[in-house]
């Protein structure tokens, strides 16, 4: 098994977000009512990414199993699930607030950017399996039917393998999201007297 912690996660250029999120994890505590709100997406997220990271065999094959049948970036739509949850979880105002900056930083910046460079990465390596592979299937929003592709392209992932789950490193993301959300649920005096 892979080492679940990623040191590159704690770079410093992340040293902001973690002042903030300690910041108002320390100074106001959740209600149970937010906590109900954002678990199903969490966990909804959390699922999303599993299935993904289990199928997922990167630079080898191109996956088009499981989720990618459905949406090619099942990861990223299982985090911004997982990201509104957590805003979700802080409740009021700051709900609002968080998701106000996550959804057009996450649509505006970071998606398109990395939409680009993965795809300009898969079609020098696939060619026109993946170029026929992109427009049949969207890329966050899932199609109501799974994508089999022809018969000449090869599926890479064809059945969901642990091996592949831990490989891509997806222990070191449900560490977090249990972590995160045990601390919401016992800042938010969920359970206790």
Wanted: glycine fraction near 12%; proline fraction near 6%; hydrophobic fraction near 45%.
């Amino acid at each position: 098994m892979r080492n679940p912690i990623r040191l590159k996660n704690l770079n410093i250029r992340f040293l902001p977000l973690y002042v903030i999120g300690v910041s108002i994890f320390l100074l106001r505590p959740p209600s149970r009512e937010a906590l109900a709100l954002g678990l199903p997406l969490v966990a909804l997220g959390a699922l999303l990414r599993g299935w993904g990271a289990g199928h997922l065999v990167k630079n080898d094959v191109l996956t088009t199993t499981g989720p990618y049948a459905y949406l090619r970036h099942p990861l990223y739509a299982g985090t911004i699930l997982i990201g509104t949850g957590f805003a979700l979880a802080l409740g009021d105002w700051l709900s609002l607030l968080a998701v106000l900056a996550l959804w057009p930083w996450f649509a505006l910046d970071y998606f398109p950017r990395k939409e680009r460079s993965e795809a300009e990465r898969l079609e020098s390596l696939y060619g026109g399996d993946f170029v026929h592979y992109r427009r049949a299937v969207p890329a966050l929003w899932p199609r109501w039917r799974a994508w089999r592709g022809s018969k000449d392209e090869k599926a890479g992932g064809r059945d969901w393998a642990l091996e592949r789950y831990s490989g891509n490193n997806e222990l070191g993301t449900l560490l977090a999201v249990v972590v995160g959300w045990a601390g919401l649920w016992l800042r938010a005096g969920v359970g206790g007297s």
